[in-house]
């Protein structure tokens, strides 16, 4: 879709009338049907329209298309060989026609478009009789989901569009790329003002100051290495200042992990006590409107909704696999299938279910209706409300803060929150952590779930070569599994070794047709 497309698109989108709706949180009118004119009157339709950015359409094309394809398949963790988009991803080689690519660019800036107009509502039309800390919650909740949306861009494209009013670009649809440092600070901004409006706790599935801090926490420990030039110390201020936020996550949040690791990603557990920032889903969607996930399932029509069955087929590559040690099985199966695991979780009526495959994608497929108490959900609406921000890798957030641009620490903050990590995990604490372990933690722990490419990209902001190297020495095939053994299958394609533009998404071919001024370099941005 044409930048211009999606401005137009984004602004339409409010010229609706709203429908009455539940108080559920998941109960929200669709982004159509609310009109700047007549709403943002009330308390309850600041929270119906705020909680309309949480999911839907834009978020449907980006968790299908995207959010494993680009995490975990371009990142190394999964391969998914008949795919031929995916396959580019797997082997380095993304022009700019690449599907998944242009997915991805596309949502975030729907997702952008969707908070501006509801920011933009907000501000032009909610009455005085509203408390000023009403209006700025709600907008705080738009500025979080925009900060994580050019968050996403930054990482992948680097210099972007930054777009805050859609509607004056209805005229003048032609905008340039900012500098990346400026796309950075814009986030910086918009979480920073999260931060401060947000409240301490709200109603399951909302975001909180927790949710916030913790993001910006992340943000913070990015940026820090990204004007290191590629191989240089990272930015201590900005390493300290999240090591600020993510310590007052950990410590004064009164937040802890589930207990149980597997329990994450099972739908009777959505917005647990871990959650802090989860996309909102509701069953019984259509095509590109709920969570697609369950069409990764390498699982048959017993542990699919309505009769259907997984066409993707995703699983591990061998490099993954052979990360997890025997003691590591907690995670390991609570992520990916092999052949002979049974899972009682999935169709429980029938006795639970065998794996007979070689490998495949666990987290995120959670069964059938029955299993789920969900009469109305199918393959392509899946109730899970699957994790964006977490607790556990805010746990770890910290820890890499601390250890900052040390070759080692044995800080005692630093160790309790990693090992609290490696305890759920049914795991022995270590007494010192270097950054080869924290990648590796982060890799295992957050697996399945979009994270390890931003790590890389993180990476290769202050030690290219490093980067660059751990893609070019993994085995990114699949594996037969048979007796407990691992054998390589032949990979997809050739895989052009990997460079430091690799870690950067060529600009969509169709976004620079409809708009040259993507070609020239980068401009400051006004604050």
Request: include cysteine.
């Amino acid at each position: 879709m044409k930048l211009k497309n999606i401005i137009i698109y984004v602004y339409l989108a409010f010229a609706g009338l709203l429908i009455s709706c539940g108080e559920d949180f998941l109960d929200r009118p669709p982004l159509a049907q609310i009109s700047s004119e007549n709403f943002y009157q009330t308390r309850d339709d600041l929270r119906l329209a705020t909680a309309a950015l949480y999911g839907g359409g834009p978020w449907a094309e980006w968790t299908y298309t995207s959010y494993l394809p680009v995490g975990d398949v371009l990142s190394g963790n999964m391969a998914v060989g008949y795919w031929g988009d995916a396959v580019q991803l797997i082997t380095f080689s993304v022009t700019g026609l690449n599907g998944i690519m242009v997915a991805n660019w596309k949502s975030m800036y729907n997702i952008i478009g969707h908070c501006n107009a509801t920011i933009k509502g907000i501000m032009e039309n909610a009455p005085a009789s509203l408390s000023e800390s009403d209006r700025n919650a709600a907008i705080a909740e738009a500025r979080f989901i925009r900060g994580y949306a050019y968050y996403n861009l930054a990482l992948l494209w680097g210099a972007v569009p930054i777009i805050e009013d859609n509607t004056k670009l209805i005229t003048s649809p032609l905008v340039p790329r900012y500098e990346v440092n400026d796309v950075y600070r814009f986030v910086v901004n918009d979480l920073t003002y999260a931060v401060e409006n947000l409240p301490p706790f709200d109603t399951k599935g909302r975001l909180t100051t927790w949710s916030a801090q913790g993001m910006l926490a992340k943000i913070y420990l990015t940026w820090a290495g990204l004007n290191s030039a590629g191989i240089g110390q990272r930015d201590q201020d900005m390493l300290e200042m999240a090591k600020q936020l993510a310590g007052n996550v950990c410590k004064n949040s009164g937040l802890t992990l589930l207990d149980n690791y597997a329990n994450l990603f099972r739908t009777e557990y959505n917005d647990n006590q871990e959650s802090l920032f989860s996309l909102q889903w509701s069953p019984g969607l259509g095509w590109m409107e709920g969570n697609m996930l369950q069409i990764y399932s390498s699982g048959g029509a017993d542990i699919a909704p309505s009769g259907g069955q997984g066409w993707f087929g995703i699983g591990p590559t061998i490099d993954m696999f052979e990360l997890y040690t025997e003691e590591d099985s907690i995670r390991r199966k609570a992520t990916f299938m092999l052949r002979g695991d049974h899972y009682p979780e999935l169709n429980a009526a029938g006795g639970g279910f065998t794996f007979n495959g070689h490998s495949g994608l666990k987290k995120h497929i959670v069964g059938t209706n029955a299993d789920n108490g969900s009469p109305t959900m199918n393959l392509t609406s899946s109730p899970q409300h699957n994790p964006i921000l977490r607790l556990a890798d805010v746990y770890l957030l910290y820890a890499e803060a601390i250890l900052g641009n040390n070759a080692a620490t044995s800080d005692a903050d630093a160790l309790f929150y990693f090992n609290e990590v490696r305890r759920r995990a049914g795991l022995a604490p270590v007494s010192s952590i270097d950054p080869d372990m924290l990648l590796k933690e982060r890799r295992i722990e957050l697996a399945g779930e979009s994270h390890f490419w931003s790590d890389l990209v993180r990476l290769s902001y202050y030690n290219s070569p490093k980067a660059i190297g751990i893609l070019n020495n993994e085995r990114r095939v699949r594996f037969d599994y048979e007796n407990g053994v691992a054998t390589p299958n032949n990979p997809f394609g050739e895989i052009t070794p990997a460079n430091g533009n690799t870690f950067t998404f060529p600009l969509p071919s169709i976004e620079v047709t409809a708009n040259p001024k993507l070609l020239e370099p980068p401009v400051p941005y006004s604050f």
